[in-house]
Protein backbone atom coordinates (compact mmCIF):
# COMPACT_ATOMS: atom_id res chain seq x y z
CA UNK A 1 0.00 0.00 0.00
CA UNK A 2 1.38 3.17 -0.56
CA UNK A 3 -0.50 5.88 0.50
CA UNK A 4 1.44 5.34 4.26
CA UNK A 5 4.60 5.73 2.91
CA UNK A 6 3.59 8.47 0.37
CA UNK A 7 1.87 10.23 3.63
CA UNK A 8 5.46 9.97 5.99
CA UNK A 9 7.42 11.05 2.70
CA UNK A 10 4.60 14.57 2.63
CA UNK A 11 5.10 15.01 6.36
CA UNK A 12 9.40 14.94 5.66
CA UNK A 13 9.30 17.77 3.15
CA UNK A 14 6.60 19.97 5.45
CA UNK A 15 9.16 19.30 8.33
CA UNK A 16 12.31 20.51 5.75
CA UNK A 17 9.85 23.58 4.36
CA UNK A 18 9.60 24.32 8.37
CA UNK A 19 13.35 24.24 9.03
CA UNK A 20 14.54 26.38 6.16
CA UNK A 21 11.41 28.70 6.95
CA UNK A 22 12.58 29.10 10.35
CA UNK A 23 16.18 29.83 9.35
CA UNK A 24 15.36 32.71 7.14
CA UNK A 25 13.40 34.25 9.47
CA UNK A 26 15.81 33.96 12.47
CA UNK A 27 18.26 34.86 10.14
CA UNK A 28 15.98 38.61 9.19
CA UNK A 29 16.33 38.79 13.04
CA UNK A 30 12.88 37.46 14.47
CA UNK A 31 12.67 36.90 18.52
CA UNK A 32 12.81 33.68 18.78
CA UNK A 33 10.20 33.77 21.94
CA UNK A 34 7.76 35.39 20.12
CA UNK A 35 7.91 32.74 17.18
CA UNK A 36 7.48 29.96 19.33
CA UNK A 37 4.43 32.09 20.86
CA UNK A 38 2.99 33.15 18.17
CA UNK A 39 3.33 29.37 16.41
CA UNK A 40 1.74 27.74 19.52
CA UNK A 41 -1.54 30.00 19.28
CA UNK A 42 -2.01 29.53 15.55
CA UNK A 43 -1.26 25.77 16.37
CA UNK A 44 -3.34 25.13 19.14
CA UNK A 45 -6.58 27.04 16.60
CA UNK A 46 -5.78 24.51 14.50
CA UNK A 47 -6.31 21.67 16.22
CA UNK A 48 -8.75 23.05 18.49
CA UNK A 49 -11.78 22.20 15.61
CA UNK A 50 -10.66 18.37 15.97
CA UNK A 51 -10.17 18.24 19.65
CA UNK A 52 -13.96 19.71 19.49
CA UNK A 53 -15.16 17.18 16.80
CA UNK A 54 -13.27 13.84 17.57
CA UNK A 55 -13.28 14.34 21.13
CA UNK A 56 -16.58 16.20 22.12
CA UNK A 57 -17.48 17.02 25.72
CA UNK A 58 -13.82 15.15 27.03
CA UNK A 59 -12.66 18.35 28.21
CA UNK A 60 -14.53 17.99 31.36
CA UNK A 61 -12.35 15.02 32.57
CA UNK A 62 -9.41 17.93 33.01
CA UNK A 63 -8.16 17.78 36.62
CA UNK A 64 -5.26 19.52 38.51
CA UNK A 65 -3.00 16.38 38.18
CA UNK A 66 -3.53 16.35 34.62
CA UNK A 67 -2.78 19.89 34.07
CA UNK A 68 0.12 19.44 35.89
CA UNK A 69 1.39 16.55 33.64
CA UNK A 70 0.53 18.62 30.84
CA UNK A 71 1.80 21.86 32.10
CA UNK A 72 5.44 19.82 32.85
CA UNK A 73 5.03 18.40 29.06
CA UNK A 74 4.26 21.68 27.55
CA UNK A 75 7.47 22.91 29.27
CA UNK A 76 10.16 19.88 29.27
CA UNK A 77 8.72 18.31 25.88
CA UNK A 78 7.94 21.28 23.52
CA UNK A 79 8.43 24.88 24.75
CA UNK A 80 12.16 24.03 25.43
CA UNK A 81 12.95 22.05 22.66
CA UNK A 82 11.50 24.26 20.11
CA UNK A 83 13.65 27.46 21.52
CA UNK A 84 16.47 25.35 21.97
CA UNK A 85 16.37 24.06 18.17
CA UNK A 86 15.77 27.55 17.27
CA UNK A 87 19.14 29.04 19.02
CA UNK A 88 20.84 26.61 17.51
CA UNK A 89 19.27 26.70 14.09
CA UNK A 90 20.60 30.37 14.26
CA UNK A 91 24.22 29.45 14.96
CA UNK A 92 24.08 26.60 12.35
CA UNK A 93 22.75 25.31 9.22
CA UNK A 94 19.94 23.63 8.37
CA UNK A 95 21.34 20.97 6.71
CA UNK A 96 23.24 20.09 10.62
CA UNK A 97 20.54 20.97 12.45
CA UNK A 98 18.39 18.11 10.48
CA UNK A 99 21.18 16.01 11.24
CA UNK A 100 20.44 16.18 15.40
CA UNK A 101 15.99 15.17 14.37
CA UNK A 102 17.91 11.27 13.67
CA UNK A 103 19.14 10.76 17.46
CA UNK A 104 15.83 11.94 19.35
CA UNK A 105 14.54 7.83 19.12
CA UNK A 106 17.99 7.12 19.80
CA UNK A 107 17.90 9.52 23.13
CA UNK A 108 14.34 8.56 23.77
CA UNK A 109 15.69 4.84 24.08
CA UNK A 110 18.14 5.65 26.27
CA UNK A 111 16.30 7.95 28.97
CA UNK A 112 13.87 5.29 28.82
CA UNK A 113 16.48 2.14 29.54
CA UNK A 114 17.52 4.81 32.65
CA UNK A 115 14.08 4.93 33.54
CA UNK A 116 13.22 1.46 33.57
CA UNK A 117 10.64 1.83 31.08
CA UNK A 118 12.80 -0.69 28.15
CA UNK A 119 14.82 -3.23 29.19
CA UNK A 120 18.36 -3.48 27.62
CA UNK A 121 19.06 -6.78 27.17
CA UNK A 122 22.93 -6.92 26.00
CA UNK A 123 22.92 -10.67 25.44
CA UNK A 124 20.27 -10.53 22.81
CA UNK A 125 20.21 -9.76 19.24
CA UNK A 126 17.47 -7.56 19.57
CA UNK A 127 19.76 -5.56 22.72
CA UNK A 128 22.75 -5.50 20.36
CA UNK A 129 21.55 -3.71 17.47
CA UNK A 130 19.76 -1.97 19.70
CA UNK A 131 23.05 -0.72 21.14
CA UNK A 132 25.29 -0.74 18.05
CA UNK A 133 22.55 1.89 16.91
CA UNK A 134 23.26 4.22 19.65
CA UNK A 135 26.90 4.11 19.19
CA UNK A 136 26.50 4.94 15.55
CA UNK A 137 24.30 7.77 16.09
CA UNK A 138 26.83 8.96 18.72
CA UNK A 139 30.03 8.62 16.97
CA UNK A 140 27.98 10.33 13.71
CA UNK A 141 26.87 12.78 15.42
CA UNK A 142 30.68 13.76 16.54
CA UNK A 143 32.09 12.85 13.30
CA UNK A 144 30.28 15.81 12.26
CA UNK A 145 30.71 18.12 14.71
CA UNK A 146 34.44 17.92 14.78
CA UNK A 147 35.59 17.02 11.40
CA UNK A 148 34.98 18.91 8.35
CA UNK A 149 36.83 18.13 5.48
CA UNK A 150 36.95 18.72 2.03
CA UNK A 151 33.98 21.30 0.72
CA UNK A 152 32.26 19.54 -2.08
CA UNK A 153 30.65 21.56 -5.10
CA UNK A 154 27.95 19.66 -6.06
CA UNK A 155 26.03 22.29 -7.99
CA UNK A 156 28.70 23.86 -10.02
CA UNK A 157 28.40 27.51 -10.26
CA UNK A 158 25.25 28.78 -12.01
CA UNK A 159 23.67 28.31 -8.56
CA UNK A 160 25.80 30.50 -6.50
CA UNK A 161 24.31 33.92 -6.99
CA UNK A 162 21.02 32.41 -5.22
CA UNK A 163 22.85 31.99 -1.98
CA UNK A 164 20.95 34.01 1.02
CA UNK A 165 23.44 36.22 2.53
CA UNK A 166 22.88 35.45 6.62
CA UNK A 167 23.88 37.75 9.24
CA UNK A 168 23.72 35.32 12.18
CA UNK A 169 26.01 32.38 9.87
CA UNK A 170 27.84 29.39 12.11
CA UNK A 171 30.08 31.68 13.75
CA UNK A 172 29.30 30.04 17.19
CA UNK A 173 29.26 26.44 15.84
CA UNK A 174 30.36 24.47 19.32
CA UNK A 175 27.50 26.98 21.43
CA UNK A 176 24.96 25.40 18.23
CA UNK A 177 25.39 22.33 18.86
CA UNK A 178 25.33 22.21 22.67
CA UNK A 179 21.65 23.63 21.96
CA UNK A 180 20.97 21.17 19.40
CA UNK A 181 22.09 18.32 21.39
CA UNK A 182 20.05 20.25 24.33
CA UNK A 183 17.18 20.39 22.08
CA UNK A 184 17.16 16.89 21.25
CA UNK A 185 17.73 15.51 25.00
CA UNK A 186 14.62 17.50 26.13
CA UNK A 187 12.55 16.51 23.03
CA UNK A 188 13.32 13.16 24.06
CA UNK A 189 12.11 13.72 27.02
CA UNK A 190 8.49 14.23 25.68
CA UNK A 191 7.74 10.61 25.30
CA UNK A 192 8.12 9.15 28.68
CA UNK A 193 6.04 12.27 30.17
CA UNK A 194 3.45 11.72 27.30
CA UNK A 195 3.07 7.93 28.20
CA UNK A 196 2.10 9.02 31.69
CA UNK A 197 -0.17 12.00 30.18
CA UNK A 198 -1.78 9.48 28.55
CA UNK A 199 -2.70 7.05 31.51
CA UNK A 200 -4.15 9.98 33.36
CA UNK A 201 -5.79 11.73 29.93
CA UNK A 202 -5.76 9.57 27.43
CA UNK A 203 -7.66 12.20 24.99
CA UNK A 204 -4.75 13.08 22.20
CA UNK A 205 -6.36 15.86 20.75
CA UNK A 206 -7.45 18.11 24.34
CA UNK A 207 -3.93 16.73 25.11
CA UNK A 208 -2.73 18.39 22.15
CA UNK A 209 -4.65 21.45 22.41
CA UNK A 210 -3.77 22.16 26.04
CA UNK A 211 -0.02 21.63 25.34
CA UNK A 212 0.46 24.04 22.29
CA UNK A 213 -1.52 26.47 24.28
CA UNK A 214 0.18 26.24 27.54
CA UNK A 215 3.72 25.79 25.85
CA UNK A 216 3.23 29.40 23.96
CA UNK A 217 1.72 31.12 27.41
CA UNK A 218 5.22 29.97 28.98
CA UNK A 219 7.30 31.40 26.39
CA UNK A 220 5.30 34.35 25.83
CA UNK A 221 5.78 35.15 29.41
CA UNK A 222 9.38 34.50 29.40
CA UNK A 223 9.60 36.65 26.00
CA UNK A 224 7.74 39.36 27.22
CA UNK A 225 10.36 39.66 29.88
CA UNK A 226 13.45 39.68 27.81
CA UNK A 227 12.11 42.42 25.77
CA UNK A 228 8.98 44.51 25.68
CA UNK A 229 9.56 46.64 23.00
CA UNK A 230 5.95 46.24 20.99
CA UNK A 231 7.92 46.11 17.46
CA UNK A 232 9.44 42.99 18.45
CA UNK A 233 6.32 41.45 18.59
CA UNK A 234 4.54 43.33 15.73
CA UNK A 235 3.83 41.24 12.18
CA UNK A 236 3.27 42.39 9.06
CA UNK A 237 2.23 40.76 5.61
CA UNK A 238 5.28 39.22 5.12
CA UNK A 239 7.69 36.05 5.68
CA UNK A 240 7.37 35.88 9.20
CA UNK A 241 3.16 35.81 9.07
CA UNK A 242 4.16 32.99 6.67
CA UNK A 243 5.82 30.86 8.66
CA UNK A 244 3.79 31.10 11.06
CA UNK A 245 0.74 30.35 8.95
CA UNK A 246 2.91 27.23 7.61
CA UNK A 247 3.72 26.27 11.31
CA UNK A 248 0.08 25.81 12.72
CA UNK A 249 -1.40 24.63 9.56
CA UNK A 250 1.03 22.35 7.89
CA UNK A 251 4.15 21.46 10.13
CA UNK A 252 1.22 21.16 13.36
CA UNK A 253 -2.00 20.37 12.32
CA UNK A 254 -1.49 18.45 8.72
CA UNK A 255 1.54 16.78 9.97
CA UNK A 256 -0.03 15.68 13.34
CA UNK A 257 -3.09 13.65 11.54
CA UNK A 258 -1.11 12.11 8.86
CA UNK A 259 1.43 10.93 11.46
CA UNK A 260 -1.49 9.67 13.63
CA UNK A 261 -2.97 7.89 10.46
CA UNK A 262 0.36 6.57 9.31
CA UNK A 263 0.49 4.72 13.01
CA UNK A 264 -2.68 3.52 13.16
CA UNK A 265 -1.84 2.02 9.71
CA UNK A 266 1.59 0.51 10.31
CA UNK A 267 2.34 0.76 13.59
CA UNK A 268 4.14 3.40 15.93
CA UNK A 269 8.21 2.60 14.15
CA UNK A 270 7.14 3.69 10.94
CA UNK A 271 7.38 7.27 10.78
CA UNK A 272 10.53 7.48 12.47
CA UNK A 273 12.09 5.02 9.34
CA UNK A 274 11.56 8.59 7.14
CA UNK A 275 12.87 10.76 9.37
CA UNK A 276 16.25 10.45 7.79
CA UNK A 277 14.70 12.23 4.54
CA UNK A 278 14.66 15.51 6.23
CA UNK A 279 18.40 15.37 6.62
CA UNK A 280 18.87 14.53 2.45
CA UNK A 281 16.01 17.12 1.64
CA UNK A 282 17.59 19.89 3.59
CA UNK A 283 20.89 19.16 3.11
CA UNK A 284 20.39 20.05 -0.70
CA UNK A 285 17.92 22.68 -0.36
CA UNK A 286 20.11 23.95 2.07
CA UNK A 287 23.09 24.13 -0.66
CA UNK A 288 21.53 25.45 -3.61
CA UNK A 289 18.78 27.90 -1.49
CA UNK A 290 21.39 29.20 1.28
CA UNK A 291 24.39 28.46 0.21
CA UNK A 292 25.59 26.05 3.14
CA UNK A 293 28.87 24.29 2.17
CA UNK A 294 28.70 20.46 1.63
CA UNK A 295 31.66 19.12 3.03
CA UNK A 296 33.11 15.34 3.63
CA UNK A 297 33.01 15.10 7.03
CA UNK A 298 29.25 16.39 6.81
CA UNK A 299 27.95 13.50 4.42
CA UNK A 300 30.65 10.89 6.47
CA UNK A 301 28.61 11.84 10.05
CA UNK A 302 24.88 12.19 8.49
CA UNK A 303 25.40 8.53 6.72
CA UNK A 304 26.60 7.38 10.07
CA UNK A 305 23.83 8.68 12.46
CA UNK A 306 21.15 7.54 9.61
CA UNK A 307 22.63 4.32 9.55
CA UNK A 308 22.58 3.73 13.19
CA UNK A 309 19.14 5.04 13.30
CA UNK A 310 18.22 1.81 10.89
CA UNK A 311 20.03 -0.48 13.07
CA UNK A 312 18.36 0.87 15.51
CA UNK A 313 14.66 0.63 14.29
CA UNK A 314 16.09 -2.69 13.03
CA UNK A 315 16.54 -4.15 16.62
CA UNK A 316 13.32 -2.51 17.82
CA UNK A 317 11.37 -4.07 14.68
CA UNK A 318 11.86 -7.69 16.29
CA UNK A 319 10.51 -6.43 19.58
CA UNK A 320 7.13 -6.33 17.38
CA UNK A 321 4.64 -9.03 17.50
CA UNK A 322 4.20 -10.87 14.26
CA UNK A 323 0.98 -11.37 13.33
Known sequence: MWKPPAAMVLVQLIITGLIMLS??????????????????????????PFAMFYERGKWKELN????????????????MPTCLNYYGLRDTTPSY??????????????????????????????????????????GGTMLVSLYKGKVLHLWGSSLRHQRYEQPHTAK???????LL?????????????????NKV????????????????????????????????WKLGWDLQLLTIVYTAVLATAVRYNLESWAVAKR???FPTMFIPLITVFT???????????????????????????YVFLWGKSKELPTK
Open 23 to 48: KVVISRGMFIFALHAYRSAFGTMCIL
Open 64 to 79: WRTLGWICLNSCIGYA
Open 97 to 138: AAIFLNIIPLITFILSTVLRMEKLQFRTATGSLKVVGVLLAV
Open 172 to 178: HHVRGTI
Open 181 to 197: LGSSFTFASWYPIQSMV
Open 201 to 232: YPHKYWSSTATCFLGGLQTTLIGIILRRDRNT
Open 267 to 269: GPA
Open 283 to 309: TVLDSIFLGAAITVGSLLGAVTVIAGL
